[in-house]
Antibody, heavy 122, light 107 residues
């Protein structure tokens, strides 16, 4: 069974940094691209970032480009999201999500973590 | 970016009803359209990919259709566990974008 466990969410002040983690199990991690998708409380879904199977290609939403960085450690079957210069509008549940294929091209999300809440407020 | 527009934003229906949700893309996306179901406090779950392919384990009362710019999700014989919010998402080009969601409520 595919299992994605998200962690690292917290209450942080604007301008500070936070690192999210996602530990994966139940599938061959390095056969799949991975993504982060967020959802502000009571709002819709927004794709944030994606990384291909070996980490040499990444992609970002314009809203986080230059501030967020996605990475993965295939040996640890883990995905990360480094979030810098956080803004109040980054407040959301952040979900780790698995793609069915190894490449970023035409990705969708066939399994999701449980989500971790990031709150950006002074 | 490709804009995805769902309608309606919400609907009320009874157990056993047939329900159809539509999703329109701002440009042609071929059949690169997926549907998710999300229940309160839970992560979304993939239901349909490739516009009409049902994920293994998803009940056959769910079906998807369409191509190009216009798509539908139909639930034939609504069950109590189907009351949830449904999202479409295009996977044709980056950034992957979602519809705003359709909340299916109990009448």
């Amino acid at each position: 069974e595919v299992l994605l466990v998200d962690s690292g969410g917290d209450l942080v002040q604007p301008g500070r940094s936070l690192r999210l983690s996602c530990v994966a199990s139940g599938f061959t991690f390095d056969d799949h691209a991975m993504h982060w998708v967020r959802q502000a409380p009571g709002k819709g879904l927004e794709w944030v970032s994606g990384i291909n199977w070996n980490g040499d290609k990444t992609d970002y939403a314009d809203s986080v480009k230059g501030r967020f960085s996605i990475s993965r450690d295939n040996a640890k079957t883990s995905l990360y999201l480094q979030m810098n210069s956080l803004r109040p509008e980054d407040t959301a549940f952040y979900y780790c999500a698995k793609a069915p294929a190894p490449l970023l091209y035409r990705s969708y999300f066939d399994s999701w973590g449980q989500g971790t809440l990031v709150t950006v407020s002074s | 970016d490709i804009q995805m527009t769902q309608s309606p934003s919400s609907l009320s229906a009874s157990v056993g009803d047939r329900v159809t949700i539509t999703c329109r893309a701002s440009q042609s996306i071929s059949d690169y359209l997926v549907w998710y179901q999300q229940k309160p406090g839970k992560a979304p779950k993939l239901l349909i990919y490739g516009a009409s392919s049902l994920l293994s384990g998803v009940p056959s009362r769910f079906s998807g259709g369409g191509s190009g710019t216009d798509f539908t999700l139909t639930i034939s014989g609504l069950q109590p566990e189907d009351f949830a919010t449904y999202y479409c998402q295009q996977s044709y080009s980056s950034p992957q974008t979602f519809g705003q969601g359709t909340k299916v409520e109990i009448k």
